[in-house]
């Protein structure tokens, strides 16, 4: 904890509090802290402060090496000074580092920095380590210090300090060490520019070093270089300033670079997303209903083949480039995945439940992608939630699925060693195309490039050069960008960076609900065709692109013949009688054709014909049996309308066939309101049955609240997220409490006095919860449990954290019954 820092955070009013703990969210996640101390541990956190760093742009970075170059504590004017401008320069940016508390200043007005930033910037300005790291390190004994005094002609008496103090003094004032360069051999003028500007650390020849009368050996008797390892060296900090001179100033960028722009049609671009946006969709349900007929196989190394992205393409009609994006980005929103679990896969062999028509994936076919019950659900939500969940996908997604590497694309779900550094990438471009003005575009790729390097500095250069295509790309195929310009959509989408979650988040709540990307997601569709023009020679055709819905209903009952500018379906005996075995009737049929366009007469004849001999002969497959002792309960059982999905038949007046499985037949008996029993059996409760497109029957779990396992978030669709943290609420809290102590040193005595009923060792584990944030399992005596942390004393009781409940709770110590340590 920096008391510095907490003194500084008690003089902010609540509006720059708030300002603050907006730009560092990380520090008021549940459980948030209620005391000015326990904030700034979080704000000090070194990986916290590595994060905000990663988002910084380069003026504020750069100030950061500036204080650590300067060095002490450094005022605005010493800053300015260095890096060669005005205060007033100076001033904003050191305001941005103050908002996400990563400097502050302090009464006197010099600035202090948090610890983690030193660590972090290990060679500022390109510069090394101060002298004082090298004069005083063990490694250098008090005679080396006194031979390289006499090398130097300085007086070598003294103590330590003493000598160390006089050679700095010498090697930081450039005209000293000018004198005393010009007593040099030759070359170790070169040798030394080459350490100050491009250093500080470098490959060394290590045998010069021991060889008497070379420049290296000469820089090393006189402490300008020093010598970590046989074949590094490194030059000090201020031997590095005085060789560049008085008039070196440190870097520092204020102003973005220069991006040109060019004109672009508003309407162009909304013209174009209203085309991608329904493409999308209708090409990602094609995709995953092909991957649900025929499970894609994985290479032995990981990935798909090229040979099966070729095949599915071709399969679906889809582009290569789509195929390799959507294939992705379905895989990081969890509607296929690796392997499902051994029910599908039993469902599949007995050809009913939620994965009628879908083979087996258990030891049939190990190392294959499915369709996920996720899939199910998504099919069931309205367009514009689809399209959200395949963009939120997208932007957490940490690949580049059209990113070539030596003119060769990555292998499809293959490791990325980039990893997460892609998706920032992602956020950053879409930062610098949000902030160009609608009706305009960049001009060059060159030019964007180098102010998305501006926006995000740490981001890898190369790495970047060989994405930011790619990130264009593939937000042309989304409907996000149009030529050199974002969409709405996009615009829409390039507000969520802060939230954008991480792919190994299965949802992100707060981009796929947000209102502004709802609203533009349903733009982007409302142009989509929902009519089609029926042909006598038996084809339909959708001038345009089709609706998701739309095209579900024509590729239920007709094969899709043309994917361009207009799409056609033609009907046949085969792609009807397809459509009836999937669940449909002739005349249901005929009604849904009918609501999107004129029937002629041909196609009719041919559905109600094909109608008229569908169900001659029916065979069906038993998932599990119903017996019953009340002959009356059992037919109406099988009358009941919202158990229809089961496929309950009396086989006699006692006994009912279902092809569901008997744990589905369970939980929709018992929601139902019927009291079936198994015996060792346990359902899944809350379940109810949903007839998808195509006659396939999915299980769906009611929505839930998040849950978290591990590293991995799960969300299920169309589960709304817990409310983001409230800065301004915090703020306001944290002044408050600001008179307020923090833990006690009386926590075991307390303990001890108060909770009677807790033998020496709970007593011990409860005061760690205290004291050090241990998580704790404890009971009260009236059998309540609660998973705490975080916890403080006061007036007999325990105020911690209480998982369960997500909140600060009080637990009487007095009835605190047991304590466990918390898995």
Not at 24 to 42: F, G, H, T
Not at 486 to 505: D, F, K, Q, Y
Not at 746 to 760: D, E, H, K, N, S
């Amino acid at each position: 904890m920096d008391d510095q820092l907490v003194g500084w955070l008690t003089t902010l009013d609540e509006d720059r509090l708030a300002r603050v703990l907006a730009n560092r969210r990380d520090a008021i996640v549940a459980p948030w802290p209620r005391r000015m101390d326990a904030l700034a541990v979080r704000l000090t956190d070194d990986f916290a402060v590595m994060e905000v760093m990663r988002g910084l742009p380069l003026p504020p970075l750069e100030l950061l090496q500036a204080c650590l170059v300067v060095g002490g504590r450094p005022g605005e004017d010493d800053l300015a000074r260095f890096l060669g401008v005005r205060t007033s320069e100076v001033v904003p940016w050191l305001d941005h580092l103050y908002d996400h508390a990563l400097a502050w200043p302090g009464p006197d007005g010099r600035i202090n920095l948090a610890p983690a930033v030193a660590r972090w910037s290990t060679a500022p300005c390109g510069l090394g380590d101060p002298l004082d790291a090298f004069l005083g390190s063990w490694r250098l004994s008090p005679e080396g210090l006194r031979r390289i005094c006499r090398n130097l002609r300085l007086p070598a008496q003294g103590g330590k300090r003493q000598m160390t103090a006089r050679i700095s003094a010498l090697l930081s004032d450039s005209e000293r060490l000018g004198a005393l360069l010009g007593r040099a051999p030759y070359g170790t003028m070169e040798l030394l520019d080459g350490f100050a500007w491009d250093g500080p650390i470098r490959t060394v020849s290590g045998d010069r070093f021991v060889t008497p009368g070379t420049p290296e050996k000469w820089a090393l008797d006189h402490g300008l270089l020093f010598r970590g390892r046989w074949d590094l060296a490194e030059m000090p900090r201020e031997v590095a300033l005085a060789l560049r001179g008085p008039d070196y100033h440190g870097p520092f960028t204020p102003c973005p670079p220069d991006l040109a722009t060019v004109e672009a049609a508003t309407d162009e671009a909304e013209h174009a997303m209203s085309l991608a946006a329904p493409h999308l969709l209708d090409r990602a349900t094609t995709l995953l209903e092909n991957i649900g007929k025929t499970p894609l196989p994985l290479l032995k190394n990981g990935g798909v083949g090229v040979r099966e992205v070729k095949r599915l393409a071709r399969e679906t009609g889809c582009a290569e480039e789509e195929t390799r994006l959507l294939l992705e980005v379905s895989a990081v929103a969890r509607l296929i995945a690796l392997n499902e679990h051994s029910e599908r896969s039993e469902h599949a062999e007995h050809g009913g439940g939620a994965n009628r028509g879908r083979p087996a994936l258990g030891g049939a076919f190990p190392g294959f992608l499915a369709p996920t019950d996720r899939f199910d659900a998504w099919r069931l939500e309205d367009a514009p939630a689809r399209l959200r969940v395949l963009l939120a996908s997208w932007w957490r997604m940490e690949r580049s699925s059209l990113r070539r590497v030596e003119e060769r694309h990555p292998t499809v779900l293959g490791d990325d060693p980039s990893g997460e550094t892609i998706a920032r990438i992602r956020w950053a471009v879409f930062g610098v195309l949000a902030g160009i003005p609608e009706g305009r575009g960049f001009a060059t790729l060159r030019e964007l490039v180098q102010s998305v390097h501006w926006r995000a500095p740490m981001l890898d250069r190369e790495l970047l050069d060989e994405c930011a295509p790619a990130v264009l790309e593939e937000a042309r195929l989304l409907g996000l960008a149009a030529g050199q310009a974002l969409t709405s959509l996009g615009r829409a989408l390039a507000a969520l960076a802060a939230v954008a979650g991480h792919e190994g988040h299965a949802g992100v709540p707060e981009v796929e609900h947000d209102p502004a990307l709802a609203e533009r997601s349903a733009a982007a569709l409302a142009s989509a065709r929902r009519t089609a023009l029926f042909g006598a020679d038996l084809t339909a055709v959708v001038t345009g692109p089709p609706s998701v819905e739309l095209a579900a209903l024509l590729d239920r009952a007709a094969d899709r013949e043309a994917r361009s500018a207009a799409s056609v379906w033609r009907f046949s005996r085969a792609s009807v009688r397809r459509a009836l075995d999937g669940g449909e009737t002739a005349e249901a049929l005929l009604a849904a054709l009918a609501e999107v366009g004129t029937l002629p007469q041909p196609l009719a004849y041919l559905i109600r014909d094909v109608g008229r001999r569908h169900g001659e002969v029916t065979v069906f497959s038993v998932g599990c049996i119903i017996q019953g002792a009340d002959p009356a309960l059992l037919a109406e059982i099988a009358a009941h309308r919202s158990l229809a999905g089961l496929g309950l038949r009396l086989l006699a007046p006692t006994v009912l066939a279902g092809s569901a499985s008997a744990g589905t037949t369970l939980a929709a008996l018992r929601e139902a309101g019927y009291a079936p029993v198994q015996p060792g059996d346990e359902p899944r409760a809350d379940g109810r049955l949903v007839l998808l497109p195509g006659g396939r029957v999915a299980e769906l779990e009611r929505p839930a609240a998040v849950v978290s396992t591990g590293d991995v978030t799960d969300v299920s669709p169309g589960s709304p997220a817990d409310p983001p943290p409230d800065p301004r609420e915090h703020a306001r809290r944290l002044l408050a409490g600001a008179d307020a102590t923090g833990p006690g040193r009386q926590t075991w005595a307390v303990i001890g006095r108060m909770a009677t009923r807790l033998p020496v060792a709970q007593q011990s584990l409860l005061g760690c919860v205290v004291d050090r944030n241990v998580r704790a399992f404890i009971t009260l005596s009236d059998g309540v449990t609660a998973t705490v942390s975080h916890g403080e004393l006061r007036s007999g009781v325990l105020d911690a954290w209480c998982e369960e409940a997500g909140d600060y709770l009080e637990f009487p110590l007095n009835e605190i019954a047991s304590v466990t340590t918390a898995l």
